[in-house]
């Protein structure tokens, strides 16, 4: 029966969860309005995505964190899914194909906001749909995009246009807004052709539009002249493209979607897209809109057959129905795993089947069935052992539970328990090799199947194996990064505050026993700060990936850049890592958890440390105003916001990460310097600095204050080798400025603080801090 974690749609139970999840922060939409609008649109949507395979862009954490497209269909979709298997140059891939209410609700669940499709239908074969596509299409789309500083007025009088031309040739169209910027015009053919001639047809439109009106109106695709008109996209009829499917939602800041529109609603000068909530009525008004652009038979689609990703057979599980009665056994025929139950990761079971024979069924979840081989003798313990393994037939889901008798006489009749159960991962699936790592209470490690017949395999355990995989992501992996906002408003119930430390920004690696610092950029310091290589002692047997920040304290129990910086020349400078994120932790990615799930286990981490080395700084006080006095008090940099409920979003400037900071300082680089006077007669007197552009370097002004003695010998043994005869500078310098100007090319990067801009876009009363080791000038 549904519960409140699940819907009944149409016969079909759906797990749903973090239903009041805010997808679309500035207007507070949650993930049950998006579930609760694909359920009310599905009857007019349905039959324009029709026979058609669906390309989904998924925004799981909300539209203000970093979406992917996906088109594989997930190994935990539902059986009752649609889906078709396609063959592209390098790979098959498996793709939904919707007919139901129920699939765009479980679409929705899992935060696919917009759905793609291309305008070719698939073909139709013996009651079903064949694998190899000739690509026809039986409509035609044109995308108005228009660019900048145009309106989408000024697209719908170029939509109005495009009408007068297929009216002139008997061709009906329907105009649709994007939900994005521009219009979608699509309109039918009275015959199906291919893609590619599509295309052509496309073209051919937009080429006319442009000789017509070449002052608003553009057929190319470089951007570059697409200053004040429209961009008439004939592409996205070609086979190999997609378009947002009419009536899907949009993945940006406010919940609009791509909206059938009435033709005299272009000729509103205040024409908008329309959002989420207003197609309820505009239903009610209008209907569908689009009513005559597809070719709906009564009966509806021909039923899509379900393909493996191997892409051999369709994945019916009919051998195993074909087996067994289910009026006589009590094994299971279905899959009740819940998305909650999935996101722990695909599952292994080994059962201890009493059949008349003693034997051990393994069995890997994978493509919505458990992939079964019946082992003899169990998988073997020792590396120095290979074990038989007999493929059988695909399993259902369900069956990973299932203990109990099957009766004599039935098929495999006798005692099944579960004899371990767990999840693993994938290093390697082909036809004829398969390699896994199992995570099991009794079985722990990395297993080859190595395929020697028809249906005979060995199962070996690997003997290098001894240590989780580390994700792709996490083997090179880069800081999350906060956005420059105030933090004032901001309450400590959906809040935490940290201090904003004054030093580098530091991701430590530690795998295999190896120890690595990398800066943001990805530069590896672990050589810049031997004193932390100690850490590893206390680590031990832990694989981590931690984000933190290296600092230097002053007199004062301050962090200090320019003590940092400077360590080499000041000496016994004392070095610490302020830890406070954990990205990875033995085989588990923890990128997908909440922030405030990642600050639990980081606090379990922090005990382990013995060392002063590592400190854990404790949170602020909330709301935000109360966090940013208190930093104040203690003269720190500044304070950082973390909304609690955040994952981390690698490499990425996010909104669910705010700074504030006391001050400003900013990253420069070096382009010359001038000699000193008086006292500093044979040392640099200050240094020239500038911001990179696309063409060179823009001149900020110089920073003459700040620096030790040690630091000025230092840095003119480091820019000597740099030398050049002429400015790096975009800018013209003053004449007093450049007459004794030491030029230097522009690879250093340097810290400088300051209090405002000038009216020239100058530095104004700026003071040195120190070199930036861990950037490079294209950094900035």
Request: hydrophobic letters at 35%; aromatic letters at 8%; glycine letters at 8%.
């Amino acid at each position: 029966m549904p519960s409140r974690n699940s819907l009944d749609v149409d016969g079909h139970t759906i797990a749903v969860t973090h239903l009041d999840k805010v997808i679309y922060p500035r207007t507070g939409t949650i993930k049950a309005q998006v579930i609760e609008y694909y359920s009310e649109i599905s009857d007019v949507m349905l039959p324009h995505i029709r026979d058609r395979p669906v390309t989904r862009k998924r925004w799981p954490d909300g539209v203000q964190s970093t979406p992917f497209f996906e088109k594989n269909l997930p190994a935990h979709a539902p059986e009752w899914v649609g889906r078709v298997q396609l063959e592209h140059s390098d790979r098959s891939v498996v793709y939904p194909v919707l007919t139901s209410r129920a699939e765009l609700v479980w679409l929705a669940q899992q935060a696919a906001l917009e759905l793609h499709v291309p305008q070719w239908t698939l073909g139709s074969g013996d009651g079903g749909v064949s694998y190899k596509q000739d690509r026809m299409t039986d409509r035609v789309v044109l995308d108005l995009d228009p660019g900048p500083d145009v309106t989408l007025y000024q697209c719908a009088q170029v939509a109005l246009r495009i009408r007068e031309m297929l009216d002139g040739i008997g061709l009906r169209s329907f105009p649709v807004t994007s939900g994005s910027k521009g219009i979608h015009i699509y309109f039918r053919l009275d015959a199906p052709i291919s893609a590619d001639s599509a295309r052509k047809v496309a073209k051919q439109i937009a080429t006319q539009l442009q000789s017509e009106s070449p002052e608003l109106v553009t057929a190319q695709m470089t951007k570059s002249v697409r200053g004040g008109r429209v961009f008439v996209d004939w592409s996205q009829n070609s086979a190999s493209k997609t378009t947002l499917a009419p009536y899907s939602m949009r993945g940006r800041d406010e919940p609009c979607v791509a909206a059938p529109r009435a033709w005299d609603e272009l000729n509103d000068k205040k024409i908008r897209h329309i959002m989420f909530d207003e197609m309820t009525a505009r239903l009610d008004e209008f209907g569908d809109l689009l009513t005559g652009l597809e070719d709906v038979s009564p009966s509806g689609s021909a039923p899509i057959p379900r393909s493996t990703a191997a892409g051999t057979d369709v994945v019916d599980l009919g051998e195993y129905r074909r087996k067994r009665d289910e009026n006589k056994t009590p094994e299971p025929f279905g899959d009740s795993r819940t998305d909650d139950d999935r996101a722990e990761g695909p599952m292994f079971v080994i059962q201890e089947h009493h059949a008349r024979r003693l034997h051990y069924d393994f069995r890997l979840e994978r493509d919505g069935v458990l992939v079964s081989w019946a082992i003899p003798k169990n998988l073997p313990l020792e590396g120095d052992k290979n074990r038989l393994a007999v493929q059988t037939e695909d399993h259902p889901i369900d069956y990973g539970n299932f203990e109990g008798d099957i009766p004599a006489g039935e098929y495999g009749g006798g005692h099944v328990e579960i004899w371990d159960r767990g999840t693993y991962e994938t290093e390697k699936w082909r036809d004829k090799e398969i390699i896994v790592r199992l995570h099991g209470e009794r079985i722990q490690g990395r297993y080859a199947l190595i395929k020697t017949g028809d249906k005979n395999w060995l199962a070996h355990l690997m003997s290098d194996e001894p240590r989780p995989i580390v994700p792709d992501s996490l083997r090179d992996p880069r800081p999350m990064l906060a956005t420059d906002e105030s933090i004032e408003k901001l309450t400590g119930d959906k809040w935490a505050f940290e201090g904003k430390w004054d030093g580098y920004r530091i991701l430590l690696r530690y795998i295999d026993g190896k120890l690595r610092l990398t800066s943001r950029s990805g530069i590896d310091m672990t050589k810049d700060f031997p004193a932390l290589r100690t850490i590893a002692d206390d680590l031990g047997l832990l694989d981590v990936v931690l984000d933190g920040e290296v600092v230097a304290f002053d007199e004062q129990g301050r962090t200090n850049f320019t003590r940092l910086a400077g360590r080499s020349e000041i000496g016994d400078v004392d070095v610490k890592f302020m830890l406070f994120d954990i990205l990875y932790l033995n085989g588990s990615s923890l990128l997908k958890l909440t922030w405030e799930d990642r600050r639990g286990l980081l606090e379990e981490i922090g005990k382990a440390f013995r060392t002063d080395l590592v400190q854990l700084p404790p949170l602020l006080d909330g709301p935000g105003s109360a966090a940013i006095a208190t930093s104040r008090d203690r003269g720190w940099e500044g304070v950082v916001a973390k909304r609690r409920d955040s994952t981390y979003q690698q490499g990425r400037r996010s909104k669910t990460w705010l700074k504030q900071k006391n001050w400003t300082d900013i990253e420069v680089v070096i382009g010359g310097w001038r000699p000193g006077k008086g006292g500093r007669g044979s040392r640099i007197g200050s240094l020239l600095l500038g911001l990179p552009e696309e063409t060179g370097l823009r001149y900020v002004g110089r920073v003459g204050t700040g620096f030790s003695d040690s630091q000025l010998d230092a840095l003119m043994a480091e820019l000597e080798p740099l030398r050049r005869k002429t400015s790096p500078f975009l800018d013209t310098l003053d004449r007093k400025v450049a007459s004794d100007a030491v030029w230097v090319l522009p690879k250093l990067v340097a810290d400088v603080r300051f209090m405002d801009w000038t009216s020239a876009g100058h530095l104004r009363h700026p003071s040195w801090r120190g070199i930036r080791r861990d950037k490079l000038p294209g950094d900035l």
